[in-house]
């Protein structure tokens, strides 16, 4: 498994950009794909934003981000980034980033999870 710290979340102004990282720890970092999950509110079930498998060769996007966000990855850092730009108040909400075997599993699949990290789009 994967150890994964979210960073770079924060408050933006509509319209604004951000970038979050996904740092990671442990091995084997290459065989992992690297989701980004959101939750708002917490009551809500966790959807994914974006993906990446493990080469970076395929990237998925949620239709509601598509355009906006660009996930990429920086395999000898072992570091996810997600660029969010043109954000919006319905992307409020806290980032987690996942780590799941396989080229962007189902949810069920992603087994190391970071602490998340809040994003609050508002003016």
């Known amino acids: 498994q994967l150890q994964l710290v979210e960073s770079g979340g924060g408050p933006v102004q509509p319209g604004g950009s951000l970038r979050l990282s996904c740092a990671a720890s442990?091995?084997?970092?290459?065989?992992?794909?690297i989701a980004w999950y959101r939750q708002a509110p917490p009551e809500k079930e966790r959807e994914r934003v974006s993906?990446?498998?493990?080469?970076?060769?395929?990237?998925n996007y949620a239709d509601s981000v598509k355009g906006r966000f660009t996930i990429s990855r920086d395999n000898s850092k072992l570091t996810v980034y997600l660029q969010m730009n043109s954000l919006k108040p319905e992307d409020t909400g806290v980032y987690y980033c996942?780590?799941?075997?396989?080229?962007?599993?189902?949810?069920?699949?992603?087994?190391?999870w970071g602490q998340g990290t809040l994003v609050t789009v508002s003016a």
């Open positions: 996942a780590a799941g075997v396989g080229s962007c599993p189902s949810y069920k699949n992603f087994e190391s």
């Open positions: 442990g091995s084997p970092y290459e065989h992992f794909s």
């Open positions: 993906c990446v498998s493990p080469s970076g060769g395929l990237t």
